[in-house]
């Protein structure tokens, strides 16, 4: 299998999609001429033309509705919001409109929407570029969200999510896009809802998502010199969520880590620790143990933003706390 970034992976996909379908078409800002901010976009504006890859004004709210109203009429359009910050501008839309559309007239209409945005701290881009939100659109009955921690996953689940006809989240950790991985020559796809085991164990089940993922591998590869053996699963789709894997695993290892990059306090792990609770409490043999970031804004500062962010080192800890449990 070819090896390729993430960024290419996510780029790839796109050039693919609109190959396959004409009604398939990209806007957002800077995501024509310039090929996106962080080049997701580059040479589709050269290869499909300005009435396929459009150039928008800087208004997100905009942005969401003119993807909405384009869906409703049978186009299949895919936005990108710029850094996923920027996605507050655009919430009356999404929540309000997009999730709501098909429930409002009884299951009719299609949406065939996906709104892809960066997101995630390390590259200093201060506190009103680098969040992690996903939690938000998890919360909205009506949304599906996917967030790719790896290069197969990314391209699989953006075609998957394009040819969907709801609207989706699709959320790419800005980190993420230089990260080098293999996939497969011509066309796949990865189901939405199917989460994976990234690696096996029997000890304890690190629950990770996006480039925590790694971070949860890692500390993995350390521990098992330990002879403590982690099994990391990635969700892969926050919503809908592949709990049956979670509870699963949580029920052979009997111990719980869930790693996020966003802010512990009501982060999405709060909701895998909760359905673990409710559904598999007899199977712990420990408490749940939540790895993420500290209740604050992210600094713009470069050790302060390292010092932030969770680490596996962090995630070794939280193994270990269990563990001796």
Known sequence: MPETRYVRAINDALKEEMERDPKVFVAGEDVAIA????????????????????????????????????????????????????????????????????????????????????????????????????????????????????????????KSAIRDDNPIIFIENKILYSLKG??????????????????????????????????????AQTLSAEKIEAEVIDPRTLSPLDKNLIIDSVKKTGRLVIAYEAVKFCGYGAEIAAIVSEEAFRFLKAPIKRVAAPFTPIPFSKPLEQFYLPKDTDIIQAVKEVVAN
Request: aromatic share 6%.
């Open 35 to 158: 090929g996106g901010s962080f080049s997701a976009t580059r040479g589709l504006y050269e290869q499909f033309g300005k009435e396929r890859v459009v150039d928008t004004p800087i208004a997100e709210s905009s942005i969401v509705g003119l993807a909405i109203g384009a869906a409703l009429t049978g186009l299949r359009p895919v936005v990108e919001i710029m850094f996923n910050d920027f996605v507050t501008c655009a919430m009356d839309q999404i929540v309000n409109q997009a999730a709501k559309i098909k429930y409002m007239f009884g299951g009719k209409p299609k949406l065939p929407l996906v709104i892809r945005m960066p997101a995630g701290a390390g590259m200093n881009a201060g506190p009103q570029h680098s969040q992690s939100l996903e939690a938000w659109f998890t919360h909205i009955p009506g949304l599906k969200v996917i967030m790719p921690s790896t290069v197969y996953d990314a391209k699989g689940l953006l």
């Open 182 to 219: 293999d996939v497969p020559e011509g066309d796949y796809t990865i189901p939405i809802g199917v989460g994976e085991i990234k690696r096996e164990g029997r000890d304890v089940t690190i629950v990770a998502t996006s480039q925590m993922v790694h971070k949860a591998l890692k500390a």
